[in-house]
């Protein structure tokens, strides 16, 4: 009997795991680095673990810790810490599911849904920042195991004090490095009371006895508590709350009312909800059909493994059990919003504060199975409801991996483009644009660490000879102001970037079409219908593509990150045909198109015949300019404006009917 157990015990940790890869591991092989993991695994190439001591002082100090622990392990392989965090996820799911199991032997179904339902939790989408979170997932683990060293100090008195001790080391190795899980402590004391017997004299004597039982963790808790109040200066997250509440005490009331229902609702409610909005994601049937394949075997998975867990009874006293495990889920979600709370920050459903659920999924997924357990009668039922969350949620994750996939080969694409315009650039150059069409997954900071991989892969000191600048990001509080020949000395954690505002070179990554660094000539009308028309006035003045080394030979991509980056694209001859017309090499200008054509490839940007005109122009084929100029479709302001410059400042009409051509041109555009 008890081998079948053992056995039974194996194999629905293995239905944990097999839900983990369903949900994660199908788009991880297709994924690279994202937002500071980037700049985490430069740390590492440029200077060695221990520089993640300075990484974290000024941020997380104790968190440097984790890193020097596994950063040595893993490296720098990208798929190996996609997988990483895979397996670090199902470790914190088995590891919870574990202390509900301690918690609660005898409703096994219960404590297996609830870990799979964590283990795919949809409404955390900050997964496959893989650095960050597979790191985290393991200190998530350790927490749980805190609370499991608890129990088993409270049930086996021979070896309480060891039980205790180690619970205390893995409370604050749960709670110091990161802080996200610091709210859940006072989870702690609620669950030892609830699991203290209640023949006890009187309610007192219970919380008296619940107070000495939480006294060791208690202290841990304190300890830390006043560690980060006294050394708050270490940290970049400061506790806002307070001064806040003194200063406008209504105000800030109504606000925490607000932000505590909003987390509430999104992290138990919508986050649900919002699974019926999967398909509309999809832009093909191709991919509809997939995606319902995948939440056809999610389904039959769950509905597999959590119906070997066991069975759930519902009685009086069973529904009373369900009702106080919902109660401790949604205090658990409310506890967890904590640090985020006094941090001033808010927890919702948008994209960038989904971080902030991690810590809430626990209690919502409790909560959740709950609730199902309370409802409804029937275990299979049950299991059916449970079953199809999971598969959704397990559809949910992997159409947000697709989004992170896109923005992982668009930052592809970029660099790759970049190699091909500007075979090398000269040290101490800034690269900078507003914002580019993938930076929800990237900051300029974070780029910053593939540019110089790509630029300087030999660089193993400061000052670093490449930065990227996100203009319409806070990275502009580091910087100076945006006007010519200012100095830059810019210190980025352990980065040191010198520099001057006149060694700029302006990039434009439009939504469709090619990438195009930007002459200080080009017309700033091109951009007045962007958001940030005033900010790409200032960039346009300040770029400098003379400090591109156009014949020198070409940096290659580390293809141990990038791959293979294919060539057989329009996009790669643009830029050989925007580096030919920097040079001035017209004939090779219109060489270069002949050969795309003959590949069959064109612009899906009409703004990418301009270089085309010009050399037609330079060329003395100014019949052929003049030609393409009339039958292009202005699409864009980009292209309208490119045009009035390329025959205000270039046309050289021969021929009296070549001038009646170009002024009629000049009309129908409004150039001025």
């Not at 932000?259 to 049937?285: A, H, I, K, N, P």
Request: proline fraction near 5%.
């Amino acid at each position: 009997m008890q081998r079948k157990f053992k056995i039974n015990d194996l194999l629905l940790s293995f239905g944990l795991l097999l839900i983990c890869l369903l949900s994660y591991g199908i788009i991880a092989r297709k994924l690279g680095f994202f937002l500071d993991d980037w700049y985490i695994i430069w740390t590492y190439r440029t200077f060695g673990v221990a520089k993640f001591v300075e990484f974290f002082e000024g941020d997380r100090p104790l968190f440097s810790m984790v890193y020097r622990i596994f950063i040595p392990i893993i490296k720098d392989n990208p798929l190996v810490w996609q997988y990483f965090a895979i397996f670090t996820k199902w470790l914190a799911a088995f590891t919870l599911w574990q202390l509900l199991r301690l918690i609660m032997p005898e409703k096994k179904w219960f404590s297996y849904s609830a870990a799979a339902l964590f283990a795919v939790y949809p409404g955390f989408k900050f997964h496959y920042f893989s650095v960050m979170y597979g790191q985290n997932y393991a200190i998530l683990a350790i927490y749980f195991l805190s609370y499991i060293f608890m129990i088993l100090g409270l049930r086996k008195s021979k070896y309480r004090p060891l039980f205790i001790g180690l619970g205390m080391v893995f409370q604050f190795i749960g709670i110091a490095p990161m802080e996200l899980y610091y709210g859940l402590e006072l989870v702690r004391p609620v669950l030892l009371f609830v699991m203290l017997p209640d023949d006890m004299a009187n309610f007192k004597s219970k919380l008296w006895k619940t107070f000495l039982q939480w006294l060791p963790y208690l202290l841990v808790f304190l300890g830390f508590t006043l560690f980060r109040v006294l050394f708050s200066h270490l940290y970049s997250y400061q506790v806002s709350f307070f001064d806040q509440l003194m200063q406008n005490p209504l105000y800030v009331v109504k606000d925490l009312i607000f932000r505590v229902l909003l987390g509430l609702f999104d992290s138990c409610v919508y986050v649900w909800v919002e699974l019926l909005l999967l398909f509309t994601r999809m832009q093909s049937l191709n991919q509809i059909a997939l995606l319902f394949l995948l939440i056809l075997g999610s389904f039959f998975t769950a509905w597999f493994f959590i119906g070997k867990s066991g069975q759930s009874k519902m009685d009086a006293d069973n529904r009373k059990h369900a009702l106080v495990i919902l109660g401790i889920g949604v205090f658990s979600v409310l506890a967890g919003m904590i640090p985020v709370i006094i941090g001033g920050l808010k927890v919702s459903l948008a994209f960038h504060t989904t971080r902030f659920l991690l810590p809430l999924s626990i209690g919502a997924s409790l909560a959740t199975v709950a609730l199902i357990d309370i409802l409804f009668q029937n275990t299979k039922a049950k299991t059916l409801i449970v079953a199809l969350l999971v598969a959704l949620s397990v559809a949910a994750n992997y159409t947000n991996g697709l989004e992170y996939k896109k923005a992982w080969d668009d930052q592809k694409e970029f660099f790759a483009q970049l190699t091909w315009r500007a075979p090398q650039i000269e040290p101490g150059t800034v690269l900078i644009s507003p914002v580019l069409p993938f930076d929800l997954y990237y900051s300029g900071t974070s780029l910053t660490a593939p540019l110089n991989m790509i630029y300087a892969p030999d660089l193993d000191d400061n000052p670093i000879p490449y930065q990227m600048i996100l203009a319409a990001t806070p990275q502009m509080n580091t910087m100076p102001e945006l006007i010519p020949n200012q100095e830059i000395d810019r210190y980025q954690r352990v980065f040191n970037f010198i520099g001057n505002t006149s060694d700029a070179i302006a990039i434009y990554s439009p939504d469709k079409g090619c990438l195009k660094l930007l002459s200080p000539d080009t017309d700033p009308r091109a951009f007045q219908s962007d958001r940030y028309a005033e900010l790409w006035k200032s960039i346009i003045l300040l770029s400098n593509l003379d400090r591109i080394d156009l014949t020198a030979p070409r940096a290659e991509l580390p293809r141990r990150y990038f791959e293979v980056i294919a060539t057989d694209n329009w996009c790669y001859y643009y830029q050989q045909a925007a580096n030919a017309e920097q040079r001035q090499a017209w004939a090779e200008v219109v060489a270069t198109y002949q050969d795309a054509e003959n590949a069959g490839f064109r612009p899906e940007d009409n703004s990418e015949w301009l270089p085309l005109i010009k050399s037609y122009i330079y060329t003395g084929e100014i019949g052929a300019a003049l030609k393409l100029s009339e039958e292009l479709e202005i699409d864009n302001d980009f292209t309208l404006w490119g045009l009035c410059s390329v025959w205000q400042n270039h046309g050289q009409p021969i021929s009296e009917e070549e001038t009646e051509r170009q002024n009629l041109l000049l009309s129908r555009w409004n150039c001025d």
